[in-house]
């Protein structure tokens, strides 16, 4: 083999080792820039993208219920109780006896009354005859009539005390405990039994001063009560004239149907009133939220980098707040990993809602 021959390989061979150890270097250059561009493709993120909701702002408050219509049933007079028609528990119509109070004196009165009324009757219309021949003054006809009529004024009064003597019921409703019985003496004031119509409840309740302007007659409210949890529908039927001075607090009365007889006079609630209803209103976790000197700022993303908002809250509830300013539907607010964004700082999602 000739030098030239041998010069000619050597030069090949050496060509082709320069050749692969610069691809082999190439490689490598182009492996650490995928590996650098790899290892910083943004801080990872869990996002939302807000859509307006139906917002109804509601207060709890405490309540008392009350029948629509209860009464103490007393006596007026002084008498004693000859008969008790009431029964415990029992359901009564209006105008049903009640009590039957002893009316044996008042009874004697008014005979006593009816037999002077008529000897009173014949004395005027004998003393108007008289005038109309002239043989009797006007002076005696004058005090004939008007002892007449002082004596009819005392029978009506004595037919009156002797229908007080019956004790009935004002309006139609259940009966409470009796607390007399036949024999015994009732005086004024005394309370025999009570009367209640529970087929509807009222629903006493106080809101705050600031709130008092937010609620006006027919209103709906909703209310549970202490057995159970069913929920209640009522409307607010009447509110109090001033504020409660020592309190600040405003009283309102609402009114349900009870038609089953499940709520009792008495009871607690726990009543739910709506301050206010927002339609299409912005809605955030209350994590998203960073304190700021500001008040409060969210992490928005835009163009794939973070960006800081000032905003405004509202309404709290346990998992969501209310932004009234700041925010608007179709933003994408930042809900974890806050802390190690800045602004402008590029993201990468880890989950979106």
Not at 25 to 54: F, R, Y
Request: charged share 20%; aromatic share 4%; with cysteine.
């Amino acid at each position: 083999m000739s030098n030239d021959l041998i010069k000619q390989q050597t030069l090949l061979l050496f060509a082709g080792i320069v050749i692969t150890l610069s691809a082999c270097a190439t490689s490598a250059s182009d492996k650490k820039q995928d590996n650098t561009i790899a290892a910083a493709p943004g801080i990872p993120v869990d996002a939302m993208i807000l859509k307006p909701e139906n917002l109804s702002e509601n207060m709890e408050i405490s309540g008392t219920l009350a029948a629509v219509q209860e009464v103490n049933i007393m006596s007026e007079l002084s008498k004693k109780v000859s008969t008790v028609y009431a029964a415990e528990g029992k359901q009564v119509a209006a105008g049903i006896l009640l009590f039957k109070l002893d009316d044996a004196d008042l009874q004697a009165q008014l005979d006593q009354y009816l037999q002077q009324e008529k000897l009173a009757i014949i004395n005027e219309r004998r003393l108007a005859d008289l005038i109309a021949n002239q043989a009797a003054i006007q002076q005696d006809y004058d005090q004939a009539l008007t002892s007449l009529r002082v004596l009819q004024a005392q029978i009506r009064q004595i037919r009156v005390n002797i229908e007080k003597t019956r004790i009935t019921a004002p309006f139609a409703g259940k009966i409470g405990l009796v607390n007399i019985h036949p024999g015994a003496l009732v005086t004024p004031g005394q309370t025999l039994t009570t009367l209640e119509d529970k087929s509807r409840i009222k629903v006493d309740f106080y809101i705050p001063e600031k709130y008092a302007a937010n609620f006006k007659t027919g209103d709906p409210i909703h209310f549970k009560v202490e057995s159970g949890n069913k929920e209640y529908d009522g409307t607010i039927i009447a509110q109090e004239a001033k504020l409660n001075n020592d309190t600040r607090t405003l009283l309102l009365r609402a009114i349900t149907g009870n038609a089953d007889g499940e709520l009792l006079p008495g009871q607690s609630a726990r009543v739910s009133v709506s301050l206010h209803n927002v339609k299409d209103a912005v809605m955030v976790p209350n994590q998203a939220l960073m304190p700021s000197a500001a008040g409060y700022s969210v992490f928005v993303i835009k163009n794939g980098q973070a960006a800081i908002r000032t905003v405004k809250t509202g309404e709290r509830n346990a998992n969501t707040i209310h932004i009234t300013e700041g925010l608007s539907a179709g933003d994408t607010v930042v809900t974890s990993n806050m802390l190690r964004l800045s602004p402008g700082a590029a993201v990468q999602f880890t989950s979106i809602k």
